[in-house]
């Protein structure tokens, strides 16, 4: 589905990205871990065009997207959740899960499914994002990204700032999703315990590099977890 090839990628004279490559399958949930500062969110920039690659390559869904634009990206069916959520926090819930259409033609419906993966958003259709907890805004943040129906879903440190009980509840959704097999999920993540998980395969990113990765049940084997340790 997605096919990353050898991207290379600098803020001024800092080399931030050396040569990075991934794929993420159907099915799977891919995992890259590492710790702050080593390039992780930048290779998400430059995965949705929000920031252009210097050299390398994109490919999606057998298609060449290196210099298509963030909605060119989202309309071929990438769902994007951020660092920070960056919900509309004066918009309601409903008019939030709405946005997530906007690649949409027409008066595409919200899919009934994301009130069935997260509850609490139909019980809070017509509060403003704004009011919402971190983890109800975080619910409505990848609910939002779901709701064009995406063939990938990139999810960047979704269990930043949020309570655990929620934490599992996002778990359990990235796991359904995957394992219903039509979508493949790139998830980044400094929680070692949640990426572990749900990782089928994982990366390991270290000053801007690849520098271990392998298969997500081999994680603690592999010693991951001191890798990434504060």
Do not use: C, W
């Not at 033609?105 to 017509?126: R, W």
């Not at 359904?176 to 993540?189: P, Q």
């Amino acid at each position: 589905m997605l096919q990353i090839n050898n991207i290379n990628q600098y803020y001024g004279g800092s080399h931030i990205l050396r040569d990075v490559s991934l794929q993420a399958q159907v099915g799977q949930v891919t995992v890259i871990l590492g710790r702050n500062g080593v390039g992780k969110t930048t290779l998400l920039k430059s995965l949705m065009g929000l920031v252009p690659v210097k050299t390398g390559s994109v490919q999606f869904d057998g298609r060449d997207i290196t210099r298509a634009t963030p909605y060119e990206r989202a309309r071929a069916g990438i769902g994007f959740v951020p660092q920070g959520r960056k919900i509309f926090a004066r918009l309601t819930v409903d008019e939030n899960l709405r946005m997530g259409l906007a690649t949409k033609s027409g008066s595409t419906p919200v899919p009934p499914e994301l009130y069935e993966l997260f509850p609490v958003l139909k019980q809070m259709l017509h509060r403003r994002g704004g009011d919402l907890s971190g983890g109800q805004q975080q619910q409505l943040a990848i609910a939002r990204a779901l709701a064009a129906k995406p063939k990938l879903l990139v999810l960047d440190e979704p269990t930043e700032g949020i309570q655990p009980s929620i934490i599992k509840d996002i778990g359990r959704v990235i796991r359904m999703l995957a394992d219903r097999g039509d979508m493949a999920i790139l998830l980044v993540e400094q929680y070692y315990d949640f990426a572990r998980e749900l990782a089928d395969r994982y990366l390991v990113m270290e000053r801007g590099e690849v520098l271990k990765s392998g298969i997500g049940k081999d994680m603690e084997s592999d010693g991951v977890r001191d890798m990434v340790a504060i």
